[in-house]
């Protein structure tokens, strides 16, 4: 699907009081910034926020950050969230494949869903199941790596099985017709036009 820009995106986004626009200074230290020690969960591709910021409302002793690579999708979670007090919820905007700069040891669970699929055999290491990326999460954990993925995309699926298992991970819970009380925009989507969504909980051995 292709992205929609939005006018004035970056300033939207640097602007809003959910927003951390120095995620590199917290390395190490984003107990701090939520002001207390609950765990800490992220998900990377938030795009508007539908998931994490329910996530964030329904439980409030969690942390919760949503990492986007692009702005104009955040503009549309900060919409999102309008006049709501939301203490247990922030956004960045950041490539993943440099997670390790802004996270040492905090992570309690990472959430992937509905991730670009790169159906292209030479773009691979572009997906955030292979192995250029699990390896790239190892250090974010501050226990051992917890991850849920859901996706619609039933090849992409099937790669990041055999991707997990190559990376040492193990299957807690694995369902091929997935429903979530969490869902995303995408997943919405999807489940109108009947297609099936696949969701795998992993862990590292």
């Known amino acids: 699907m292709r992205l929609k820009h939005i006018k004035n995106a970056d300033i939207i ?8 626009n120095n995620p590199k200074d917290y ?4 107990n701090e910034l939520f002001n207390n020690t609950n765990p800490i969960e992220i ?3 938030t795009g508007k926020g539908k998931f994490i ?5 329904n439980n409030k002793n969690t942390n919760y950050i949503g990492i986007e690579k692009y702005d104009s999708p955040l503009v549309g979670a900060i919409k999102r969230i309008g006049q709501d007090k939301i203490p247990n919820l922030r956004l960045i905007c950041f490539d993943a494949i440099n997670i390790e700069e802004i996270f040492d040891h905090e992570i309690s669970k990472l959430y992937l869903n509905f ?7 030479k773009h691979a290491k572009r997906r955030l199941t292979s192995s250029n990326f ?20 039933d090849d992409l699926f099937d790669y ?9 991970y193990e299957i807690v ?9 969490y869902t995303t925009e995408y997943e919405d989507k999807f489940i109108g036009l009947g297609k099936n969504i696949n969701y795998v909980h992993i862990v590292k051995k």
């Open 13 to 20: 986004v640097s602007n809003s009081e959910y927003t951390i």
């Open 27 to 30: 390395k190490g230290k984003w």
């Open 43 to 45: 998900e990377i591709g």
């Open 53 to 57: 910021i329910s996530k964030a409302l």
């Open 115 to 121: 991730s670009d699929p790169w159906p292209k055999k």
């Open 134 to 153: 699990l390896e790239r999460y190892n250090n974010i954990f501050i226990n051992k790596p917890d991850i849920e993925f859901k996706t619609d995309n």
């Open 160 to 168: 990041s099985l055999i991707s997990f298992e190559e990376n040492g």
């Open 173 to 181: 819970e694995i369902d091929r017709n997935y429903f979530d009380e």
